[in-house]
């Protein structure tokens, strides 16, 4: 185990920065609007420019680190990411934060995709599921850590945005000092929707309405806890539960899929989902104790939803195949969520906070009706003859660099 986690221990420290920074900017920038008095579809665009950018970021990155080389790219992205840190802090205006939370979300592929490169470089097809596990360890953690960092600062203050771009400059150090050798060039991916959908329209769906409820969650759940009167503890406390359910979830949803057909597992967790989003909506609870609960239960069964579908697609494909299909399913996961927020705003402004459990429940009703309907028109996949499930980082960092060192695409 050592002489697998030693060389890798640099770009984990360097990733740990970097979530930290990603995690408290994600929670932070939402409550500064809230503070500021912006409308929820002001807000919303943040999580839509992020996304758009993000997206676009893990098409485009590869082509601008092989010409600049890992090192130099990483530097960059990581500088860029600070200096967006630091903008954010000196123009507090809705326009110019949607154009910078781009800015960041383009930086932030750009540097998981070095960070995972480097790191699929550094593994063989034995320790392959073990640093795939250490790394959304790092991931989850630092997530977490970073969204519980607000609580210490003030959100009306410059001070969080400092720390962000600490956390985005610092992450340079551990991968600028390490000797590894430069990785092979950066995976890409190309979309084509009409193969995917013809593959698995089930889980092509999925990944759809999975990344609307998810951008939805991740980018307007902040905005819900501040307009229901909590602190910002508290907030964070709701994001971080939510994580924590879906955490808790994602392993035994996906042994129970390894066993029976999938869609099945797909449309049981969705249609619970819409039974507990649309007793959220009717209850209009703003208790934190049943708000944290009914978060962890729904992040049990909307973060899983994009594993569930990726392995669900890769049953009808060999390993060769893995990281095409799914970086497929990851770019169509991409354009849900960057309606996600923008829906949730709208719903919300409509029917007030506990609107954004509305797009919970219909997302999650579409998912789990479309999981029966194709049940019925397909015949499953035996169950040896399934893909063996794996967890999928829970947090919107996921690149076509992370699933080229996922245990599903490796070749013997």
Partial sequence: MRATVV???????????????????????????????????????LGTGYAIAFTGGCLVVPRIVRQAGHVRAFASLAALLAITALLHALFVHPIVWVLVRGITGFGLAGAFMVIESWLNERVTNETRGFVFSLYMIVTMGAMMTGQFVMPITDPALTTPFMVCAIMFAAAVIPT??????????????????????????????????????????????????????FNTAQIATLLVVTMAGGIAFQYPLGRASDRVDRRLIMAGSGLLCCLIAAAAVSLGSTRPLTMFLTAFFLGGLVYPVYSLAVAHANDYVDSASFVQVSGGLLILYGIGTMIGPLLAAGLMELYGPHGIFLVLAGCSLISATYALIRKRRRKPVPSEDQDEFSTMPLARTQTPGTLAFDPRASND
């Fill in 176 to 229: 600028a000092m390490s000797r590894q050798e430069h990785p092979k060039p950066l995976t890409e991916v190309r979309l084509n929707l009409r193969a995917l959908f013809r593959l698995s329209p089930a889980a092509a769906v999925g990944v759809v309405m999975g990344g609307v409820m998810e951008g939805a969650w991740n980018n307007m759940a902040a905005v819900f806890g501040s307009e229901i009167g």
């Fill in 7 to 45: 060389p890798i221990v640099s770009l984990l420290i360097s990733t740990f920065f970097l979530m930290v920074g990603a995690g408290l900017s994600s929670i932070v920038l939402p409550v500064r609007g809230s503070l500021e008095g912006w409308s929820t579809y002001e807000i919303g665009l």
